[in-house]
């Protein structure tokens, strides 16, 4: 990418960039509605792991951030060119000091790079409504747990959650909180969770390349039968009061032993006993199973007010926004080998902002 390209609106400058200082992470650490999303090390891991161009739209004034638009150009031989906030998380979006209302500005100076790159629309994964012309989606939501004490969130939970947690830890089942040294654990699980899905696997230097760039925030969770076996795995993000838990899996062989109560038991557990204060489940469309199931763990439902722009309008929408076309590729998917599934899912995957 060529060098800062600055524009002058009024006293405000508005800079696009492809690599960004301390002075990012600062701003990001400092907001109050700041998300995982936004730290800068997400452009970095899009472009070690996929080869995408990370783009970091910021305003300045006298020298200081007052707003930041981290942004990932995906671009796609099957769907097209899409510039997002951010690819393969549930969040990003805009951010700007309360007050300033500057979100609109950054996203029209984030649509005209759209526009100059010849992407199709821009993505923006908002996790607050923002004051912004544009419309929002409302068929997607996080589900948010609150965490107080390990014994309250436990008598809360349902009798049948506390018999499969109770299940799995009778039956030898074991967690461990672990970096990147259990990545292939981690992998081996996903894998054939994905598959089984009908879905492209991320490729694993894209988990790499997250656990080397966000070593505090990013961790590994293993659950392990009796036999040492890894049956149920997640990657989770900390992020201030929050886990995340975003990329879950396990064993459809190893269902009946119940990994993925004991993991997300773990989870909570894990959290109380830290101090954290959210649990954060992940995004489902309010329609899907998903969402059921992580209901009745006592999680509340959170609107996520995306924001889809066509910069080229008439077109087909995103994969992102409408994925129902691909329903027959879904099913086929499911029935591959896992050796093909490895080899051409992650190639599909980076293709794909989701």
């Known amino acids: 990418m060529a060098p800062a390209l600055r524009y002058i609106r009024d006293v405000m400058n508005f800079l696009t960039t492809s690599d960004v200082d301390k002075s990012w992470d600062r701003f990001v650490e400092s907001h109050p509605r700041a998300t995982v999303g936004h730290l800068s090390a997400w452009g970095q891991i899009a472009r070690e792991a996929y080869g995408h161009e990370s783009v970091y739209l910021r305003a300045e004034e006298g020298g200081e951030i007052c707003g930041v638009l981290p942004l990932v150009l995906v671009a796609s031989r099957l769907f097209g060119r899409r510039l997002v906030s951010m690819p393969f998380l549930d969040y990003g979006g805009v951010l700007a000091e309360p007050e300033r209302r500057l979100e609109a500005r950054l996203i029209e100076e984030a649509l005209a790079y759209t526009r100059e790159r010849r992407a199709q629309g821009l993505g923006l994964r908002q996790f607050h409504p923002e004051p912004v012309p544009w419309p929002t989606t409302d068929d997607r939501a996080t589900m948010l747990l609150e965490l107080t004490t390990e014994e309250a969130v436990w008598k809360a939970l349902p009798s049948e959650r506390r018999n499969r947690v109770r299940k799995g830890e009778k039956q030898g089942l074991t967690t461990a909180w672990c970096g990147a040294e259990a990545l292939d654990d981690f992998y081996s699980v996903f894998a054939v969770n994905m598959r089984d899905l009908g879905s492209p696997v991320h490729s694993r230097d894209f988990f790499r390349a997250m656990l080397k760039a966000l070593p505090g925030t990013a961790r590994v969770l293993i659950v ?131």
């Open 224 to 354: 392990r039968d009796k036999d040492g076996r890894a049956v149920g795995a997640a990657v989770c993000l900390f992020f201030r009061d929050t886990i995340m838990v975003p990329w879950v899996s396990s064993l459809r062989e190893a269902f009946a032993l119940c990994p993925n109560f004991v993991l997300y038991w773990e989870v909570i557990r894990f959290g109380c006993r830290s101090g954290y204060r959210v649990l954060d489940l992940g995004r489902s469309f309010k329609s899907a199973g998903t969402f059921e199931f992580k209901r009745q763990w006592g999680a509340k439902s959170h609107t996520l007010p995306w924001i889809f722009i066509d910069a080229r309008p008439g077109g087909r929408p995103p994969v992102d926004r409408d994925a129902s076309r691909y329903n027959l590729m879904i099913q086929a998917w499911k029935r591959l080998p896992m050796p093909v599934a490895n080899t051409v899912g992650p190639w599909i995957r980076r293709q794909v902002p989701n």
